[in-house]
């Protein structure tokens, strides 16, 4: 791929885990152009006439332009976060592998005003800040889980059970990385769906920094698709 990336590309969040736009062959031409090129015509700058263009196309859903560009992400996350990314079939993923690695002593330990209560009926729930009596045994609760599964871990992986079965003591909380490359229509139903207020905070804040990644590198296309309520052509 074609890099227009910039040399530090690594976003730090959560307690352990990162962002890293890793290569990018995406710009707003790439929009117009698979578009432009059904009248044989292509452009090397962008005008005012491309960003109408590109506007026409998010706001009538004519998709398939949107898909001449690729994004390929590093994340390191939550193995929840991760189930909850992979759920998004358009794209390509390649994660760590708890076979053939050892696992890290990572885990995701919530921020005192992360641990929250949930509220309400499923669709409709809210999330309210719980004590901070609370939030610290919750914290204190995971800590404890994670310190004894980890432990458990490294006790089979050295009496000789094979990494890929001990690794069933580890909770959804250890952490996990992998690669994700994706075009920008799918990269835009990711971000309706994520970085949205019903979307869990945890992936929620990776989709605000992926969002920032996208709209680095396509700024017109991110533009209409924010005004154009967020809806993904
Ligand atoms: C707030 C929230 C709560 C959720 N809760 C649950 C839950 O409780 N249980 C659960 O299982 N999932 C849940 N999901 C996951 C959700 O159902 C989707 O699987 C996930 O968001 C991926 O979306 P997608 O299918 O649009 O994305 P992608 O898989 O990337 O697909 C992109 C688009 O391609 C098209 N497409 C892809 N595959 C097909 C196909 N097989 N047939 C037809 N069209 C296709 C669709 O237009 C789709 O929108 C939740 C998601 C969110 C955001």
Redesign the pocket.
């Known amino acids: 791929m074609s890099a227009h990336v910039p040399p530090d590309t690594t976003v730090e969040l959560l307690d352990h885990g990162f962002v890293r736009l890793d290569d990018a062959l995406a710009d707003d031409l790439s929009v117009v152009n698979g578009a432009r090129v059904s009248f044989a015509r292509r452009k090397t700058q962008m005008d005012d006439s491309d960003a109408a263009l590109i506007r026409f196309l998010m706001r009538d859903r004519h998709g398939s332009p949107f898909e001449h560009n690729a994004f390929r992400f590093h994340i390191r996350c939550p193995i929840f976060v991760a189930r909850?990314w992979f759920?998004?079939?358009?794209?390509s993923f390649n994660e760590f592998s708890l076979r053939y690695a050892a696992a890290s002593d990572d885990f995701y330990l919530p921020a005192i005003a992360d641990v929250r209560s949930q509220v309400g009926k499923p669709g409709a729930y809210t999330f309210e800040p719980v004590t901070p009596a609370l939030a610290e045994q919750t914290r204190e609760a995971l800590q404890a889980v994670y310190a004894k599964a980890y432990e458990t871990y490294e006790e089979l992986v050295a009496a000789g059970v094979a990494r890929e079965l001990a690794r069933c003591v580890l909770p959804v909380g250890a952490y996990t990385q992998f690669y994700w490359t994706?075009n920008a229509?799918?990269l835009m139903?990711?971000l309706s769906?994520?970085n949205?207020e019903?979307?869990?905070l945890e992936?929620r804040r990776y989709a605000e920094v992926v969002e920032g990644f996208f709209a680095g590198q396509m700024p017109v296309t991110h533009a209409c698709f924010v005004e154009l309520d967020r809806v993904?052509p």
């Not at 759920?87 to 794209?91: P, V």
Request: aromatic content about 10%.
């Open positions: 909850e759920r998004h079939r358009i794209g994706v229509r799918a139903n990711f769906l994520r949205s019903f979307a869990q992936i993904a």
